[in-house]
Nanobody, 126 residues
Framework: QVQLVESGGGLVQAGGSLRLSCAAS????????MGWFRQAPGKEREFVAG????????YYADSVKGRFTISRGNARNTAYLQMRSLKPEDTAVYYC???????????????????WGQGTQVTVTS
């Protein structure tokens, strides 16, 4: 049974920072691409950032580029999302996702991911 567990969400003022973590268990994730998505109330889930299985490639949504950084732990079964200069419009539930992807490239589509975490709330106040 594959499990993804996010942590690190919370309440922060605009301009502040948070670091989200995603711990994967149940199998070896050495060939799994991972990504972060978010969903605000009344909106569709959207791609935020993705990282290839090796960690060598990353990709960001335009809305977070330059402010967020995605990374993986050395064992590749952990993903992080460092969020800086947070804005109220970043408020959402953030989800971690994983998919087997032997090609060392990014996966961006919501429907392409097989495994999802339960989500962690990020609230940014003005």
């Amino acid at each position: 049974q594959v499990q993804l567990v996010e942590s690190g969400g919370g309440l922060v003022q605009a301009g502040g920072s948070l670091r989200l973590s995603c711990a994967a268990s149940g199998r070896t994730f050495s060939s799994y691409a991972m990504g972060w998505f978010r969903q605000a109330p009344g909106k569709e889930r959207e791609f935020v950032a993705g990282i290839s299985w090796s960690g060598g490639s990353t990709y960001y949504a335009d809305s977070v580029k330059g402010r967020f950084t995605i990374s993986r732990g050395n064992a590749r079964n952990t993903a992080y999302l460092q969020m800086r200069s947070l804005k109220p419009e970043d408020t959402a539930v953030y989800y971690c996702a994983a998919v087997y992807h032997s090609s060392d490239s990014i996966v961006r589509g919501t429907n392409e991911y097989d495994y999802w975490g339960q989500g962690t709330q990020v609230t940014v106040t003005s």
